[in-house]
């Protein structure tokens, strides 16, 4: 049976950084704040701005509100946005989306200055991402997934990993970020010729392709890690799944993370760490 690499403890070991790191602002008068931006009153939206809130209260971060209605005007929308990324005491701003269309979700993806951009999905935090300059934050679940290797001492120096899936908020950001610690690393999708064989052979094997159960034995191996980031509801199982067959994948595998309790309970603790480290950053003080 495979070690389960639960996200629980990984999220409370950021959530102690972060606190500590907290603690020391505080001492030079400095609250890290995050502005939530909501249009709307999306159900999934309210349930991440509730964990939001309540683990940035967990640290010490303070949170703002920001709500329109589904019809504000892009004047109204792109104003407060800029009120925001011009106010010193806000560290961090998120935006849900998707929003109405007539305010351009992709204007919307990049109206966060880089310096604020905790969410990690604007074009420059994106570029920081791919050139290693440290601009902006790697997008919180591709940041997950490396601090779940990290915490469980999970070395990803020389190994070979593959990533199934290429979107822009986890498959290419956590591709570099592996590279970046030194692994060998192969993009796949769900066009690659010969998927199941490529998959097989990663030391680690990172599934985010969105497509549910889609990874099954055909796919991985004994020695593997596998870490899946997807999240779906099975309607016949009548309960949220993976990208993996965990119940095919548990068996053989050395290690792998639940669905779920892995990867997703740690994003909005890499969230807040990040609202953090904005305000550190932006502070000056080296501590």
């Known amino acids: 049976m495979a070690v389960l690499l639960k996200g629980a403890p990984v999220a409370t070991a950021i959530n102690a950084r972060s606190k500590e790191t907290v603690f020391e602002l505080q001492q030079h008068s400095i609250i890290p704040t995050l502005a939530i931006v909501r249009v709307g009153e999306r159900p999934d939206d309210l349930s991440y701005e509730r964990n939001a809130m309540k683990r940035c209260a967990s640290v010490g971060v303070k949170v703002r509100n920001i709500v329109f209605p589904e019809e504000v005007s892009q004047e109204e929308f792109y104003g407060e946005i800029d009120r925001l990324n011009q106010?010193?005491?806000?560290?961090?701003?998120?935006?849900?989306?998707?929003?109405?269309?007539?305010?351009?979700?992709?204007?919307?993806?990049?109206?966060?200055?880089?310096?604020?951009?905790?969410?990690?999905?604007?074009?420059?935090?994106?570029?920081?991402?791919?050139?290693?300059?440290?601009?902006?934050?790697?997008?919180?679940?591709?940041?997950?997934?490396?601090?779940?290797?990290?915490?469980?001492?999970?070395?990803?120096?020389?190994?070979?990993?593959?990533?199934?899936g290429r979107s822009l908020v986890v498959g290419r950001p956590v591709?570099?970020?592996?590279?970046?610690?030194?692994?060998?690393?192969?993009?796949?999708?769900?066009?690659?010729?010969?998927?199941?064989?490529?998959?097989?052979?990663?030391?680690?094997?990172?599934?985010?392709?969105?497509?549910?159960?889609?990874?099954?034995?055909?796919?991985i191996r004994e020695g593997q890690t596998v870490l899946d980031v997807g999240i779906s509801w099975n309607e016949e199982k009548q309960k949220l799944c993976g990208d993996v067959l965990f119940e095919e994948a548990e068996r053989v595998v050395d290690a792998i993370t639940p669905v779920p309790g892995g990867i997703g309970s740690v994003t909005t603790s890499v969230l807040v760490s990040h609202v953090v480290e904005s305000a550190k950053r932006r502070s000056g003080f080296m501590f």
Request: aromatic share 4%; glycine share 8%; hydrophobic share 40%.
């Open 175 to 219: 591709s570099l970020l592996l590279m970046r610690a030194n692994a060998t690393v192969t993009v796949c999708h769900t066009k690659t010729n010969g998927l199941s064989e490529k998959a097989k052979r990663a030391d680690i094997l990172v599934a985010c392709s969105g497509q549910m159960e889609s990874i099954g034995r055909d796919y």
């Open 87 to 164: 106010d010193d005491t806000v560290h961090g701003v998120l935006i849900f989306r998707p929003l109405p269309k007539h305010l351009d979700n992709e204007k919307a993806r990049n109206a966060v200055i880089a310096e604020k951009d905790v969410d990690g999905c604007t074009d420059l935090s994106l570029a920081g991402v791919f050139t290693g300059s440290g601009v902006g934050f790697a997008p919180c679940t591709a940041q997950a997934v490396m601090e779940v290797l990290s915490y469980y001492g999970i070395s990803v120096e020389g190994k070979d990993a593959v990533v199934v």
